[in-house]
């Protein structure tokens, strides 16, 4: 990266405020809040995420939008010219032009997400962010990153920077011992979570009816709980609020805050598809959702939602729609979705050549006690539920990769026909 900088003329020297953001979980939750904030309080903002689920421009936005084809396509070639055929990943070279787009385009800040894990990542070239952020760590990527929550912790601690203030989420003991030490190695006493005092350097979020209740330090506000569903986004919003509280340069009022919260649009996390050629599968009284959670981490928030959706009548039987990658821990994914789920119908991710087989979906499912359906697609499976079950909740997850084919394919008006 450094060597493919230098040739384009550094452009990662010439960016707006950065906000660098880490983490196993909620990284592009806390960024699409920080965002949402940033924006109601009239703030130029950017943003890199990934990955992206229908376009590839959805990972590069520029303040007034994602980046245009014609537009990604120029800042491409010019990486590619620059690299001169030696070898670099995907990864590598889509953030190098990522970085050239940004260096072109006026803002006010950017928000950075970390591509995998934070001590070697491509976007860690950024010597001095204005601050770093790590959402809570878990098991996930241990083929790269080492099998223990310590190991990884620490590869994702390396993105803190001596001077550079850091926002720390809710973290398993062991991650927090890790992260914490880090940053004092580094000179910086981080502002970590906490559900109790003493507050110097502490934060916590908590829900309260349809409101939350976050407090940093001495500071405490009543906000509303943000438009994302699920009790996590609680946290991942006290993460998001408590980072742009550090931002002494920016002017962000607590009606600012407020707005944000309600506005927050972050596809296929826990997101309600009401419209259609999906949603037209099932029957009018159907509930259909969409989570691209794929870590045990992920299932947990999941399962925890479901658990409190059924509690509400009427009941409804929850059915879901799982594709997964050959790297994700299945069993670890399931295990905390047998106490929910009615069914599970297995599909293959299309195009995907490290996707599980619907067998070893179905094997996994009924080895934790859960009923198992082989449906060839998306499609096929919502055609199945809706012959068999009457208002049943469905969710599909396991894969962004399969939430993304999902959002396409709701586009397809010709879709019943398949």
């Keep these: 990266m450094r060597r493919l900088l230098k040739r384009l003329g550094n452009p990662e020297r010439s960016l707006p405020p950065v906000i660098h953001v880490a983490g196993t979980n909620g990284k592009g939750s806390v960024i699409a809040i920080m965002q949402s904030i940033l924006e109601s ?46 070898p670099i990943t995907f990864f590598e070279i889509t953030t190098a032009a990522a970085f050239l787009a940004f260096s072109r385009s006026p803002a006010d800040i950017l928000l950075l997400e970390v591509g995998l894990g934070g001590r070697l990542d491509a976007t860690n070239v950024i010597e001095k962010p204005c601050l770093t952020v790590i959402t809570p760590i878990g098991l996930d990527h241990e083929q790269f990153l080492g099998h223990s929550l310590s190991s990884i912790a620490a590869e994702k601690a390396a993105i803190l920077k001596k001077g550079v ?5 809710r973290q398993p003991p062991a991650a927090t011992r890790t992260l914490v030490n880090h940053a ?23 829900s309260k009816g349809s409101d939350m209740i976050i407090r940093i330090e001495d500071w405490t506000a009543k906000l509303p709980s943000p438009s994302l569903k699920g009790h996590h986004q609680i946290d991942n919003a006290g993460v998001a609020i408590a980072s742009l509280k550090q931002l002494s340069d920016f002017n962000i009022s607590l009606n600012s805050i407020s707005s944000g919260l309600t506005k927050v649009d972050w596809p296929a ?10 949603r037209t599968i099932l029957p009018n009284d159907a509930e259909l959702w969409l989570d691209g959670g794929h870590n045990p981490a992920a299932a947990n928030a999941i399962s925890q939602w479901c658990a409190t959706r059924q509690e509400a ?28 789920t009615t069914l599970l119908c297995a599909v293959p991710i299309q195009g995907e050549n490290a996707a599980l087989s619907t067998s070893t979906i179905i094997s996994g499912a009924r080895t934790v006690g859960i009923n198992a359906h082989r449906a060839r697609s998306v499609p096929t499976a919502l055609r199945y539920i809706a012959k068999h079950f009457t208002s049943p909740r469905v969710l599909i997850c396991g894969s962004l990769y399969l939430a993304g084919a999902v959002l396409e394919a709701n586009t397809d008006k010709n879709l019943r026909t398949k």
Excluded at 42 to 61: C, D, G, M, W
Excluded at 313 to 340: C, E, H, N, W
């Design 41 to 86: 309080a009239r703030y130029r903002v950017q943003a890199y995420t990934s990955p992206h689920l229908v376009n590839f421009s959805e990972r590069i936005r520029l303040a007034n939008g994602p980046i245009s084809n014609s537009a990604l396509t120029d800042v491409m070639i010019e990486c590619e010219n620059a690299n001169s055929n030696l």
């Design 165 to 169: 203030p850091a926002i720390i989420g």
């Design 184 to 206: 004092q190695g580094v000179g910086v006493q981080p502002l970590r979570h906490s559900q109790r005092g003493p507050w110097q350097g502490r934060w916590s979020a908590r």
């Design 269 to 278: 996390r826990l997101q309600r598809i009401n419209r259609g050629a999906l």
């Design 313 to 340: 009548p009427p009941y409804r039987p929850l059915v879901l729609i799982i594709g997964m990658l050959q790297t994700k821990a299945l069993l670890d994914f399931l295990s905390p979705l047998a106490a929910v």
